[in-house]
C-alpha cells in the first residue's frame, strides 16, 4: 500500500508539471488537453442567472444526474444503469433514424432523465446538457413529457464537459465577427453524394449576413478553406460528414479535392488549424459524433474545432434530410440577426417541426459550447 501509494504521488507530481507547462503555452486550450476539472463552485460562478445545467454520469448499476445553478446544487440517484442505458439509446436512435414510430420510448426516456427534475427546468430560460457515455448521443430535445418535447419549452445547449465552460465563455465579449464562409455541394466526384438543396442553403445566408463568401461544387475545395478559415467569423459547411468509430481522428467532412489536398477534412487535421470564428455551423450528416474517450470527452470534429479555436458549434447526430437541413440553416441565420445562438436554434428546430413531425427530420442538429 506504502509503494502504490508513493506511486500515485509521483504520477500525480508528473501530471502537475505538465499541466503547469501546458497552461503557460496554452492557457485558452488548457481545459481541453489536460486533466484540469472545474469544481462546482467554479461552474457555478460562469452560470448566468436564467441557466440550469443538468450533468450525469452514468454507473453499471445506477445513474447520478446533478442540477446546477448559479445558487442551487440538487443530485438525483436515477434508476437506470449502463447496460440498459446503452440499449436505449442505440434502439432509440435506431428508429429516429429510420423515422419509425418512437414516442412510446421518447416518454420512457423523458420520464426516466429529465423528469426528476422538471420542476426546476421549468424556472430557467435555458437548459445546459453536459452527457457521459452513450448520452452523448441523444438527442434531448426529442425527449417527451407526455405533453411536449423538451425543445418545445426551452432553448438548449450541450457541454462535452462542465469544465469546457470556462473556455467557451472567456471568448465572450471580443469584437463580433460576422464575416461568413459558406461551402456547399462540394464536388466529391461522385453523383451520388451531391446535396443539391446545399447551394439553395449556402446561397440563402446572405439575405441576412451580406459579408458572405459562397463556395459551391469544385470551389468548395479542402485547400482553400485550409488555407483561409481563420479569417471567418462565422463558418458554415453544407457536405457530408464520415465518422469513423474506430479512429474517431479519421472522421472527416467531405470537401472537392485538388492537386495537393484529397478533399477529405479530417478531424486530426483541423486540430492545427487557428479558427477564430464564434461559430463553425456542420450541416452535414453525423458530424456530431465521436468516441467516448476516457475523460469522456467526444473525440471527433466537435472537439477539433473547439481545440482549433472557435467556443460554439451546430453539428448533427444522425444522417438528416437534405430539405430538413436546408429549411432549418436558412431559418437559424434568420433568427440569429436577433436572437442568441441557443434561442436560434430552438426557433429554426420549431420551424422544421411544424412542417416536418417526425423527430428524425428535426432533432439531429445540437449546440455545443457557449449559446449565447
Given at each position: 500500500?506504502?509503494?502504490?501509494t508513493e506511486l500515485m504521488e509521483a504520477v500525480q507530481d508528473e501530471l502537475d508539471d505538465l499541466n503547469i507547462e501546458i497552461q503557460n503555452k496554452h492557457p485558452?486550450?488548457?481545459?481541453?488537453?489536460?486533466?484540469?476539472?472545474?469544481?462546482?463552485?467554479?461552474?457555478?460562478?460562469?452560470?448566468?442567472?436564467?441557466?440550469?445545467?443538468l450533468a450525469y454520469y452514468v454507473l453499471p448499476d445506477e445513474t447520478i444526474a446533478w442540477w446546477l445553478t448559479k445558487d442551487q446544487i440538487k443530485v438525483q440517484?436515477?434508476?437506470?444503469?449502463?447496460?440498459?442505458?446503452?440499449?436505449?439509446?442505440?434502439?432509440?436512435?435506431?428508429?429516429?433514424?429510420?423515422?419509425?414510430?418512437?414516442?412510446?420510448?421518447?416518454?420512457?426516456?423523458?420520464?426516466?432523465?429529465?423528469?426528476?427534475?422538471?420542476?426546476?427546468?421549468?424556472?430557467?430560460?435555458?437548459?445546459?446538457?453536459?452527457?457521459?457515455?452513450?448520452?452523448?448521443?441523444?438527442?434531448?430535445?426529442?425527449?417527451?413529457?407526455?405533453?411536449?418535447?423538451?425543445?418545445?419549452?426551452?432553448?438548449?445547449?450541450?457541454?462535452?464537459?462542465?469544465?469546457?465552460?470556462?473556455?467557451?465563455?472567456?471568448?465572450?465579449?471580443?469584437?463580433?465577427?460576422?464575416?461568413?464562409?459558406?461551402?456547399?455541394?462540394?464536388?466529391?466526384?461522385?453523383?451520388e453524394f451531391a446535396l443539391p438543396f446545399s447551394e439553395q442553403e449556402v446561397n440563402s445566408i446572405h439575405w441576412n449576413f451580406p459579408d458572405t463568401t459562397v463556395?459551391?461544387?469544385?470551389?468548395?475545395?479542402?485547400?482553400?478553406?485550409?488555407?483561409?478559415?481563420?479569417?471567418?467569423?462565422?463558418?458554415?459547411?453544407?457536405?457530408?460528414?464520415?465518422?469513423?468509430?474506430?479512429?474517431?481522428?479519421?472522421?472527416?467532412?467531405?470537401?472537392?479535392?485538388?492537386?495537393?489536398?484529397?478533399?477529405?477534412?479530417?478531424?486530426?487535421?483541423?486540430?492545427?488549424?487557428?479558427?477564430?470564428?464564434?461559430?463553425?455551423?456542420?450541416?452535414?450528416?453525423?458530424?456530431?459524433?465521436?468516441?467516448?474517450?476516457?475523460?469522456?470527452?467526444?473525440?471527433?470534429?466537435?472537439?477539433?474545432?473547439?481545440?482549433?479555436?472557435?467556443?460554439?458549434?451546430?453539428?448533427?447526430?444522425?444522417?438528416?434530410?437534405?430539405?430538413?437541413?436546408?429549411?432549418?440553416?436558412?431559418?437559424?441565420?434568420?433568427?440569429?440577426?436577433?436572437?442568441?445562438?441557443?434561442?436560434?436554434?430552438?426557433?429554426?428546430?420549431?420551424?422544421?417541426?411544424?412542417?416536418?413531425?417526425?423527430?428524425?427530420?428535426?432533432?439531429?442538429?445540437?449546440?455545443?459550447?457557449?449559446?449565447?
Open positions: 500500500k506504502k509503494k502504490y485558452q486550450l488548457a481545459s481541453l488537453v489536460v486533466v484540469n476539472p472545474a469544481n462546482v463552485k467554479e461552474i457555478q460562478q460562469l452560470l448566468d442567472k436564467r441557466v440550469g445545467l440517484r436515477l434508476p437506470i444503469n449502463r447496460s440498459t442505458l446503452q440499449q436505449e439509446t442505440l434502439e432509440y436512435r435506431r428508429r429516429i433514424q429510420n423515422l419509425e414510430p418512437l414516442l412510446d420510448q421518447s416518454k420512457r426516456l423523458y420520464q426516466q432523465l429529465i423528469a426528476p427534475f422538471s420542476v426546476d427546468i421549468n424556472k430557467k430560460q435555458v437548459i445546459g446538457i453536459v452527457p457521459h457515455g452513450n448520452l452523448h448521443y441523444l438527442s434531448f430535445a426529442t425527449l417527451h413529457s407526455t405533453e411536449a418535447y423538451l425543445i418545445d419549452k426551452k432553448p438548449l445547449f450541450y457541454l462535452p464537459s462542465a469544465s469546457i465552460l470556462r473556455y467557451t465563455l472567456s471568448r465572450r465579449g471580443r469584437i463580433s465577427n460576422r464575416k461568413v464562409l459558406a461551402l456547399g455541394n462540394p464536388d466529391v466526384k461522385n453523383p463556395l459551391t461544387g469544385k470551389q468548395a475545395t479542402e485547400g482553400w478553406l485550409t488555407q483561409n478559415i481563420n479569417e471567418f467569423g462565422i463558418i458554415h459547411i453544407a457536405s457530408h460528414g464520415e465518422f469513423d468509430p474506430i479512429n474517431p481522428l479519421f472522421s472527416a467532412l467531405k470537401l472537392s479535392p485538388s492537386e495537393q489536398y484529397d478533399g477529405n477534412l479530417l478531424a486530426s487535421e483541423i486540430f492545427g488549424f487557428q479558427v477564430n470564428a464564434d461559430l463553425v455551423l456542420l450541416s452535414a450528416c453525423q458530424t456530431g459524433l465521436g468516441r467516448i474517450s476516457l475523460g469522456d470527452d467526444v473525440v471527433g470534429l466537435n472537439r477539433s474545432f473547439f481545440y482549433a479555436g472557435t467556443h460554439s458549434i451546430i453539428s448533427s447526430l444522425w444522417k438528416v434530410s437534405d430539405i430538413s437541413t436546408a429549411l432549418l440553416t436558412k431559418r437559424f441565420y434568420r433568427e440569429y440577426k436577433k436572437h442568441n445562438k441557443a434561442d436560434a436554434l430552438r426557433k429554426a428546430t420549431l420551424h422544421v417541426k411544424n412542417r416536418y413531425s417526425h423527430p428524425g427530420y428535426w432533432g439531429a442538429f445540437t449546440l455545443a459550447g457557449d449559446y449565447q
